[in-house]
């Protein structure tokens, strides 16, 4: 668990935010890779809401390796093995049921579950979890319950996604316990759709250049 800790923690690490993102057709994910990363987001977190996403998965592996793909959206525990063999590096979950976080712990590659509450945070810290998706983020208590909890989970960070824009991002990335967010603002399904990689290009930029309120 210590190593795949270690690894999730570079990959949160690398940038300030992770664009979340539901591929329509697996095609359209290499030259959305390829924009995230020469904008200055090396991390993609796809989701698995759609039948191409596990292929879209294994050609941003394959074709962009200087790109982090991970997989979201997994909710089942036959989804574990199907994310680690289309190559994702690590997986992230909305939230995380107790059987499911039980498999999680044993999965190959690191896992980012997510909690939106205090005991989930802390039944997913006796399973050696460290690094956690608080969703959704705006509505279960934003910056404000992030802040509140560094007290009493100093060891936790937490990556907030869910209502989060270019306004908010920063007031979370200011928190010691928050190393990134994510969120869809950065590839909207309609650049996605139209092949509007320019645009996306543009807001991905934006979101690499975000800094922490001061
Ligand atoms: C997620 O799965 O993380 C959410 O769909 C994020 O969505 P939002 O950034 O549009 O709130």
Redesign the pocket.
Known sequence: MKAKTEALRTYVRLAPVIP?V?IEDARASIDLAQALVGAGLPVV?I?LRTPAALDAIAAVAKAVPEAVVAA??VLSESQIGEVVDAGAKFI?T?GTSTRLAERLSEAEIPVMPGCATVSEAMALAELGFEIL?F??A?VSGGAPWLKSVQGPLPKLSFCP?????PSSAPAYLSLTNVPCV????VAPAEALRKGDFARIRELAAAAAALRPAT
């Open positions: 979340v539901t977190e989701t979201g959206t992230v909305p998706k969703f959704p705006s996604t869910g209502g989060i824009d994510g969120g869809t603002w």
